[in-house]
């Protein structure tokens, strides 16, 4: 099978259904991090990775610590995310190809940020964006507004390739931190302070989830 009609193919399929990102990575040299079995790294040659934008006004309605209004949007899109990666793993599926997808939230352990496979990781190797000094995937049109979710397959696709973008010389994500977190090298994020401050939130009934989103707030692309 041609792989740029595949690609074509899934694409159109994930944009019709409201996906805002869309990228497809050579996983060969990363998928033997992932925690997941044998047979599924045996079969997975490919991720693609889909993004949905986050509301900007929901975003906006924040100061310097989550809402509710932002918690309740942030479960609703990371559904719609699982939801859209369900229909296209079926899509995939009923080509006569393998296709696994993997959850939004996956984190299997919090205090070490373990979980199947790192999504932003795919991301980057799909050309969606670079790791910021937020210590999230950033998108040139989206800043770091959005959430991903992976699917991956054995169908041949063809691949983008990783952008060679940054931050430049932004810093508001670095100014906005209410925890102190992110430095001037995004190697030296302080992923301890990031998740202490989850906590705090959390243990303030600010919000049910280990989630913040002020440096998403003010992180809005380099064409805006």
Sequence with gaps: MDKKVNYSDIKKF???????????????????????????LKNSEKAVCLGMRLSSEILDDMI??????????????????????????????????????????????????????SHKQIGTLSGLGWIGRNNLL????????????????????????????????CRFCVQSCPAGAIKEDPADFDHIKCFEKLKEFQKKKIVEQYICGVCVKVCKGKEK
Excluded at 17 to 34: H, P, T, Y
Excluded at 67 to 86: I, P
């Design 138 to 169: 950033v998108n040139k049109k989206l800043g770091s507004q959005f959430r991903l979710i992976t699917v991956l397959t054995n169908m041949p696709l063809e691949v983008d390739e990783p952008t060679k973008d940054n931050c430049g010389t």
């Design 14 to 40: 994930c944009l019709d259904l409201g996906i805002d990102l869309f990228g497809v990575a050579d996983i060969s040299k990363v998928k033997q991090d992932f925690t997941l079995s044998p047979n599924t």
């Design 64 to 117: 310097d610590q989550p809402t509710r209004l932002y918690s309740y949007h942030y479960k609703a899109v990371n559904t719609f995310l699982d939801q859209v990666a369900l229909k296209l793993a079926n899509y995939i599926h009923d080509k006569g190809f393998f296709a696994l997808p993997i959850p939004v939230t996956q984190i299997l352990d919090w205090q070490k940020q373990k979980a199947h496979l």
